[in-house]
């Protein structure tokens, strides 16, 4: 039978598009189990990972199926959460025939994302607002958010391409702390601590880290424990680029700094 | 405070977009973010970090879990943009900042804070999604539900 194959399928897309885009561990299990179980497919049961889906169904009546998908972490997107979230509702609703299903999920999947300007906009406006919060003055904050400007023109075009994370990390941690102490030693900025915890505050695993909370605590702990792990990484990582600078810094100046 | 409590706002507001929230939830990251960051500095000039940091969190989730269900959406959305006024980037920074000028213990002791923010902020999380989802709900949506169930 062809449609049951074509319903683990859109099982499986839904599932592939959750799990990108940062879902937690059960909203993708019970999402895929929604879609089987709203076009007739009892048999049909998941195991899903962090980084891979696994469906197989089959029973006396119905034919054996399994598929695995590989899915590489990428960077989260949470309109395709809510999208897709709203339309397994739908479907089990019963508002839409496969075919229907299918072509909306395909829309879903190539939803484009906010253009590079604006998310440079906000990296900058989030860097000015929270270094504000952390104790930096007006002249800090506008550091801040030239540094973060800076920072996510540099993740978008250069590090999340050709770098990989760990190397990326670093380096975005060094990039920022380089500009921190360029501005403060052309008097720029008049805090040099607050204005670099807050243009680091765009690299810091928030994501990764409630992910994580929230996998281990639904009892997922496998994919929870690597999702902690990542974020463990990226704060490892952010934090030894400020160090490396700080260190060179420090060499070429005497120690007169820090 | 106002300023800082805005400050939070259009700061969480800015990392929303760069996760991909919807616009149309914008304004209630935003809200959520803001008074996360209002429960923390108000409760932080009568007890500890730690403890302001936590009851801030469970600030956060509940208006999370309660926005969810009320727009009837994914609640990753909401607690993740709000969360991070909270999430502990200042001590990494701290903590490696000691490390490198070799004050080793100040190094750990804000690094042990960081661990211990992070904590109660896990803790905040943990507790609040024990509760059950009906209390979220508006009490017509409750009558609503019943009603189905009986039928």
């Known amino acids: 039978m062809d449609n049951e194959r074509d319903v683990l399928n859109a099982a499986v897309?839904?599932?592939?598009i959750l799990l990108q885009s940062g879902a937690e561990i059960f909203r993708v299990e019970e999402t895929m189990a929604r879609i089987t179980k709203a076009y007739g497919v009892d048999s049909g049961s998941s195991f899903v990972l962090s980084s891979g889906i696994f469906i197989t169904a089959g029973n006396e009546k119905e034919e054996y199926f399994a598929k695995v998908r590989h899915i590489p972490l990428s960077a989260s997107r949470l309109d395709k959460v809510a999208a897709v979230n709203q339309l397994s509702r739908e479907i089990e609703a019963g508002c839409y025939t496969l075919g229907q299903a299918v072509a909306k999920l395909q829309e879903i999947s190539d939803l484009?994302?906010?253009?590079?300007?604006?998310?440079?906009?906000?990296?900058?406006?989030?860097?000015?607002?929270?270094?504000?919060?952390?104790?930096?003055?007006?002249?800090d904050c506008f550091c801040a958010l030239l540094a973060g400007l800076v920072l996510y023109t540099y993740i978008i075009f250069v590090s999340s391409r050709k770098l990989s994370k760990i190397v990326g990390n670093i380096s975005c941690g060094a990039l920022v702390t380089i500009l921190s102490v360029l501005l403060y030693t052309l008097n720029v900025g008049n805090h040099l601590n607050q204005m670099i915890i807050g243009s680091i505050i765009p690299l810091v695993p928030g994501v990764s880290f409630t992910s994580a909370i929230r996998d281990i605590a639904d009892g997922d702990y496998l994919s929870g424990s690597i999702r902690m792990l990542d974020a463990l990484l990226v704060a490892f990582c952010v934090a030894i680029g400020v160090g490396l600078v700080f260190i060179l810094y420090n060499r070429l100046t005497g120690g007169g700094m820090l | 405070m106002i300023t800082e409590v805005l400050a939070a706002a259009v700061g969480t507001?800015?990392?929303?977009?760069?996760?991909?929230?919807?616009?149309?939830?914008?304004?209630?990251?935003?809200?959520?973010?803001?008074?996360?960051?209002?429960?923390?500095?108000?409760?932080?000039?009568?007890?500890?970090?730690?403890?302001?940091?936590?009851?801030?969190?469970?600030?956060?989730?509940?208006?999370?879990?309660?926005?969810?269900?009320?727009?009837?959406?994914?609640?990753?959305?909401?607690?993740?943009?709000?969360?991070?006024?909270?999430?502990?980037?200042?001590?990494?920074?701290?903590?490696?900042?000691?490390?490198?000028?070799?004050?080793?213990?100040?190094?750990?002791?804000?690094?042990?804070?960081?661990?211990?923010?992070?904590?109660?902020?896990?803790?905040?999380?943990?507790?609040?999604?024990?509760?059950?989802?009906n209390i979220f709900r508006s009490r017509k949506r409750r009558a609503e539900r019943k009603k189905r169930d009986t039928n």
């Open chain 1, 13 to 16: 897309m839904a599932g592939t």
């Open chain 2, 13 to 133: 507001v800015a990392f929303a977009l760069l996760f991909g929230v919807p616009r149309k939830y914008y304004a209630y990251c935003g809200l959520i973010g803001g008074v996360g960051w209002g429960v923390y500095r108000f409760l932080v000039d009568f007890c500890t970090v730690v403890e302001a940091n936590f009851a801030a969190a469970i600030a956060v989730v509940f208006l999370s879990r309660l926005f969810a269900v009320r727009k009837r959406c994914p609640v990753t959305i909401f607690l993740i943009s709000g969360i991070f006024s909270l999430v502990p980037g200042a001590g990494i920074y701290w903590a490696a900042y000691y490390l490198v000028i070799n004050d080793l213990e100040r190094a750990a002791a804000t690094g042990y804070q960081a661990i211990k923010i992070a904590a109660a902020i896990v803790l905040g999380i943990v507790l609040v999604f024990e509760l059950p989802q």
């Open chain 1, 112 to 139: 484009p994302q906010r253009k590079p300007v604006y998310r440079i906009l906000a990296s900058g406006i989030g860097s000015g607002c929270f270094c504000h919060l952390f104790g930096g003055d007006a002249a």
